[in-house]
């Protein structure tokens, strides 16, 4: 027997439509690309929309036309975000930091038809254009006054939308839909595409506007450093509309000032960034003296989030929490809100729990798996490989020859994990960046927390190297803070007591810089490279 | 394009699941129909819901199949709702109130095959019982040494459950399934049936988690007085789960000391019922002069939320919220809850906001239609008819002959209502309710409101009624507060500041009682036969 409820979809376009409604004069500032700071309402954004979509029609976008955009966090990008879902079109952010190889990959194998970027990246897109087959006109995200060189053989974002009518009549269609894609930095291998639909998005805003997720709401202001060329922001410009919630748009000045800056004058509650960024802000603090009067939480994603930097923003009165996804997860499935009765506790007695990748948002179904294929408990013990199920996460790769789930349809993370009986998530590696030693398992990332607290320690990454009797033994790889020098003996002390004796790591090499993907993430594979040959102390 | 996401279903199976998962520990409270408190955990419940779902299995339950169950808000239910849902199954919850003859016609209409029923019902079951065509089986939710008469000819619940392993392996099916259904206790014509699906559900939860509607959250302890026979207690066992808010159901005692120990001894932070409720809690702290230490927040729904009520609470620190929806609608479709720059006026300038019933839920289409069909502004002047659309409103009712939406797929509500442009719904009245007078339209509730706010009146309902020039013209008709005696003419005097001249009402009558319906609101058409031949003073 079926309901008898609407066959109602869930689209962005609804999302707009609940802000507009509900939330008509709530803010929307960007720092811009030119540089000045531009505010407008959610009110005044739905009619650029409605220009940007009718633009679009002219242009000739159609159902199912992929359009690229390569830019920083404005109110441009966001702009789009929503014309191009509502047309039934699919907004393809292109991470600038690929390069211009992989980027034009990406751009040729989504079969983009339309390219959008900030001046910015204008030599990239030179670059790539003799190699883009599909793409039929590119547009630069600026005006007339500021597009200049930039802008040359593109439309100009501000002369399309100028002479077109604000109000447009939005259609229905499956919420099945594709809106959104992006493509994995992969570190090995080709990029690989991700492609959300209406529906996976619409569910996650719910999912993370719930108070045991970000808990932000109308009132509060957020800032994404996190970029909306990757994985959509983490979803922001979607679950802010939904909840009331003023953006920030930081442009591209991602620097610890450049966000300070904007943090102070929009008196931001919320920001959400990875651990880099988070650092870089709290170094900046530390320099000047200045305090975060208004900030109170933030999150903290795309690695481990290490104790220095819970510790350092909690000296400012803000919290940071941790959470967990994939861009295969759209990309949310965990985020580390404290139970009352972990909250009552003492700083130091919650740091073990602000430490885990939190919990599940509902419909993210979780499960930790032995290499053998059998399901683990979640007893707080057993580690395994981490495979999630859910409306958002994904089935396929786009254009995929090989199967992206497992067999009975879960997606393997390739994370390794641990699951408490509380529902805490533990990422304890990477399943590729584990290392293999004397038949046990240590975690590469431990290893990297423990040298992370040490006051010399900048960065750390750690990798197994060959052994001839244990077959691998940990390498811990350093990057010195400025002024700070620190002897490899005196880190390999230092990280002990907070480690098994099985994850001592057997060496310390400095480096002037560690390898970054397009994300920000350290690049194992080029840390590999680097000391492939490497002969550990006997 | 399609999106590459997981097709995975939004069932309510992964409601509870996820509460497993995240909020093992968290409590549900119950007093019990026997009298004393029960208590266990999400954990604990899991496992009832499991044997529950065996026993169901054996007793002969299969998919589509509808049990109807006639019960206070007790655990008892809250596992039915889950174990029913669960098999891809039916609840029918059965409103007591609608009497042995109404009731008899609902449980026919929707051919329960199984009935399940408090032993307070035992006598209406009885005297159902040889009118009831399609019930198979009857269990009583009770236990050996309890049941006793009420048990006659029935399973007992406890029993059945004994002996079923505490494990039960969920399927997943489509989304659409329904769920669950309530009939409205239709003032005029047959009730009818709505049915709710998995999705409904689902998508409701997650609307009425968000912090700009209830705002509970984890810690959070969550007092449903609106009945789970009710349209399922306004979704509140689905909700709170999916939020990780502790329940506590109040069983059969009702009354407000009932209810007021249960408040202070389970330290209860919100609770939700119609205003007769909040209005019979008043009166018992009034009159024992008892605080609320612990409740922050109230959700009044079912009808308007009298100012004395508001300001009432606000003595004792609660904030009462309006909130608005219908059976039909799942059945929330706006909540009041007030945005900052509201929050920081003055408590009277605050009272008009709290006045309204507040902003729709995201996904809840609203506008208002003239008498011609014209769609409105939302510009907080122009009143019509209020229609709503959505994923969680009806389609069609239950073995409908007739269309239940508009030509272009609408639901209309009955109500006559204004929108704001900051998206807060007035409803004014009742379309039936309104009281036409010389051409122009007066809302028979605000009358009503001005009236209840005079401390002689404890209740009021105002009908039109004939009048040879002005076609009708109000009456109001009051029952007095205990203790209070005031005139006529004193009412009359005491509305009028706080009306429009059109709408002050020709007369007032004093009765006993008011007529109301089984869901606790105001018979308008009974109070319309009682003073079918009244003659207004010339």
Same mark, same amino acid.
């Given at each position: 027997?079926?309901?008898?409820?609407m $066959?109602?979809?869930?689209?962005?376009?609804?999302?707009?439509?609940h802000?507009?409604?509900?939330?008509?004069?709530?803010e929307?500032?960007?720092?811009?690309?030119?540089?000045?700071?531009?505010?407008?309402?959610i009110?005044d954004?739905?009619?650029?929309?409605?220009?940007?979509?009718n633009?679009?029609?002219?242009?000739?976008?159609?159902?199912?036309?992929?359009?690229g955009?390569i830019?920083?966090?404005?109110?441009?990008?966001?702009?789009l975000?929503?014309?191009?879902?509502?047309?039934?079109?699919?907004?393809?952010?292109v991470?600038?930091r690929?390069?211009p190889e992989?980027?034009?990959?990406?751009?040729?194998?989504?079969?983009?038809k339309?390219?959008?970027?900030?001046?910015t990246?204008?030599?990239?897109?030179?670059?790539?254009?003799p190699?883009?087959?599909?793409?039929? =006109?590119?547009c630069?995200?600026?005006?007339?006054?500021?597009?200049g060189?930039?802008g040359?053989?593109a439309?100009?974002?501000?002369?399309?939308?100028?002479?077109?009518?604000?109000?447009?009549?939005?259609?229905?269609?499956?919420e099945?839909?594709?809106?959104?894609?992006?493509?994995?930095?992969?570190?090995?291998?080709?990029?690989?595409?991700?492609?959300?639909?209406?529906r996976s998005?619409?569910?996650q805003?719910?999912?993370t506007?719930?108070?045991t997720?970000l808990?932000?709401?109308e009132g $509060?202001?957020?800032?994404?450093?996190?970029?909306?060329?990757h994985?959509n922001?983490?979803?922001?410009?979607?679950?802010?509309?939904?909840?009331?919630?003023k953006?920030?748009? &930081?442009?591209?000045?991602?620097d610890?000032?450049?966000?300070y =800056?904007?943090?102070?004058?929009?008196?931001?509650?919320?920001?959400?960034?990875?651990?880099?960024?988070?650092?870089?802000?709290?170094?900046y603090?530390?320099?000047?003296?200045k305090?975060?009067p208004?900030?109170?939480?933030?999150?903290?994603g795309?690695?481990?989030?290490?104790?220095?930097?819970?510790?350092?923003f909690?000296?400012?009165?803000?919290?940071?929490?941790?959470?967990?996804?994939m861009?295969?997860?759209?990309?949310?499935?965990?985020?580390?809100?404290?139970?009352?009765?972990?909250?009552?506790l003492?700083?130091?007695?919650?740091?073990?729990?602000?430490?885990?990748?939190g919990?599940?948002l509902?419909?993210?179904?979780?499960r930790?798996?032995? &290499?053998?294929?059998d399901?683990?408990?979640c007893?707080?013990?057993?580690?395994?490989q981490?495979?999630?199920?859910?409306p958002?996460i994904?089935?396929?790769y786009?254009k995929?020859?090989k199967?992206?789930?497992?067999?009975?349809g879960?997606?393997?993370?390739g994370?390794?994990?641990?699951?408490?009986?509380?529902?805490?998530?533990?990422?304890?590696?990477r399943?590729?960046?584990?290392?293999k030693?004397?038949g =046990?398992?240590?975690?590469?990332?431990?290893?990297?927390n423990?040298?992370?607290?040490?006051?010399?320690?900048?960065q750390?990454g750690?990798?197994?190297?060959?052994?001839?009797?244990?077959?691998?033994?940990p390498?811990?790889?350093?990057?010195?803070?400025?002024?700070?020098?620190?002897s490899a003996?005196?880190?390999?002390e230092?990280?002990?007591?907070?480690?098994?004796?099985?994850?001592?790591?057997?060496?310390?090499e400095?480096?002037?810089?560690? &390898?970054?993907?397009?994300?920000g993430?350290?690049?194992?594979? =080029?840390?590999?490279?680097?000391?492939?040959?490497?002969?550990?102390?006997?």
């Amino acid at each position: 027997m079926m309901g008898l409820m609407m $066959d109602r979809p869930l689209l962005t376009t609804e999302i707009l439509k609940h802000a507009v409604r509900n939330y008509r004069k709530t803010e929307i500032v960007t720092r811009t690309v030119e540089g000045p700071i531009h505010r407008y309402t959610i009110g005044d954004s739905e009619k650029r929309i409605n220009k940007l979509a009718n633009a679009l029609v002219s242009m000739g976008v159609k159902v199912g036309d992929r359009i690229g955009v390569i830019g920083w966090n404005t109110n441009r990008q966001f702009e789009l975000y929503y014309a191009v879902g509502g047309l039934g079109a699919v907004l393809h952010t292109v991470n600038p930091r690929l390069g211009p190889e992989n980027a034009t990959f990406v751009i040729n194998h989504a079969e983009d038809k339309f390219l959008f970027y900030d001046t910015t990246f204008a030599p990239l897109v030179g670059a790539m254009r003799p190699h883009l087959k599909t793409v039929k =006109e590119y547009c630069v995200l600026s005006d007339e006054e500021n597009a200049g060189e930039a802008g040359k053989g593109a439309a100009i974002y501000e002369s399309l939308l100028s002479g077109e009518s604000d109000t447009y009549s939005w259609t229905d269609f499956d919420e099945n839909t594709a809106v959104a894609m992006c493509y994995t930095s992969g570190t090995t291998g080709d990029p690989k595409g991700v492609v959300y639909s209406h529906r996976s998005l619409v569910l996650q805003s719910f999912a993370t506007m719930l108070p045991t997720a970000l808990g932000v709401t109308e009132g $509060d202001t957020l800032l994404p450093v996190v970029p909306m060329f990757h994985v959509n922001a983490w979803n922001t410009p979607y679950s802010c509309l939904m909840g009331g919630v003023k953006q920030v748009f &930081p442009g591209p000045r991602l620097d610890g000032e450049g966000i300070y =800056e904007m943090l102070e004058s929009e008196k931001v509650t919320y920001s959400a960034g990875v651990p880099t960024v988070w650092l870089g802000l709290l170094q900046y603090l530390e320099k000047t003296g200045k305090e975060l009067p208004y900030l109170k939480k933030g999150l903290s994603g795309g690695s481990a989030l290490p104790e220095a930097l819970i510790r350092g923003f909690a000296k400012y009165d803000v919290e940071l929490q941790q959470g967990w996804g994939m861009t295969e997860m759209s990309p949310v499935g965990t985020v580390n809100t404290l139970p009352p009765h972990i909250r009552e506790l003492s700083a130091d007695e919650r740091i073990p729990y602000q430490l885990k990748a939190g919990r599940s948002l509902p419909f993210v179904d979780m499960r930790i798996v032995s &290499p053998d294929g059998d399901v683990l408990p979640c007893d707080g013990e057993c580690d395994g490989q981490l495979q999630v199920r859910g409306p958002w996460i994904i089935s396929e790769y786009y254009k995929s020859e090989k199967p992206t789930l497992t067999d009975d349809g879960w997606f393997d993370t390739g994370d390794v994990a641990i699951i408490d009986e509380d529902g805490f998530l533990q990422i304890t590696d990477r399943s590729k960046d584990v290392i293999k030693t004397g038949g =046990e398992w240590v975690s590469s990332i431990d290893i990297e927390n423990a040298a992370l607290s040490h006051e010399g320690v900048a960065q750390a990454g750690v990798i197994g190297v060959y052994h001839p009797k244990w077959q691998e033994r940990p390498l811990l790889i350093i990057v010195k803070k400025e002024g700070a020098n620190p002897s490899a003996e005196e880190i390999i002390e230092f990280v002990k007591p907070n480690l098994d004796k099985i994850a001592w790591p057997d060496a310390v090499e400095f480096v002037d810089d560690l &390898p970054l993907g397009a994300t920000g993430k350290v690049l194992k594979t =080029e840390l590999r490279k680097m000391f492939k040959d490497y002969e550990l102390p006997s």
